[in-house]
Nanobody, 124 residues
Framework: QVQLVESGGGSVQPGGSLRLSCVAS????????MAWHRQVPGFERELVAE???????NYAAAVKGRFTISRDNAKGAVYLQMNSLKSEDAAKYYC??????????????????WGQGTQVTVSS
């Protein structure tokens, strides 16, 4: 498994931009897919964007065209560039990693790791 540390959150005005970073440590070679989720108190946790090891991306409809997810496999890092921020984007953002590991007897297993989250506030 890996450990994740997010950074880059903060407070911005509507229309502003932020770039979130998430850096993994540990067995980064085991990482397959990486994603960003967000959650507002009283609401369900929402998948914002995801990116596969091969670079295929998927975005929530609410952020498509405004957010861009990218990754650096050598660093075990994933980023979320957020532009044209709206008040609805305010939430705690979490980095998520899915990976694969094999036991000594060759049995594969899937793991998921979550970061502690970074707060994004959008206010005028």
């Amino acid at each position: 498994q890996v450990q994740l540390v997010e950074s880059g959150g903060g407070s911005v005005q509507p229309g502003g931009s932020l770039r979130l970073s998430c850096v993994a440590s540990g067995r980064i070679s085991s990482i397959y897919d990486m994603a960003w989720h967000r959650q507002v108190p009283g609401f369900e946790r929402e998948l914002v964007a995801e990116i596969t090891r091969g670079g295929t991306t998927n975005y929530a409809a609410a952020v498509k065209g405004r957010f861009t997810i990218s990754r650096d496999n050598a660093k075990g890092a994933v980023y979320l560039q957020m532009n044209s921020l709206k008040s609805e984007d305010a939430a705690k953002y979490y980095c998520t990693v899915e990976g694969r590991e094999w036991s000594d007897d060759g049995v594969p297993s899937v793991y998921r790791s979550w970061g502690q989250g970074t707060q994004v506030t959008v206010s005028s």
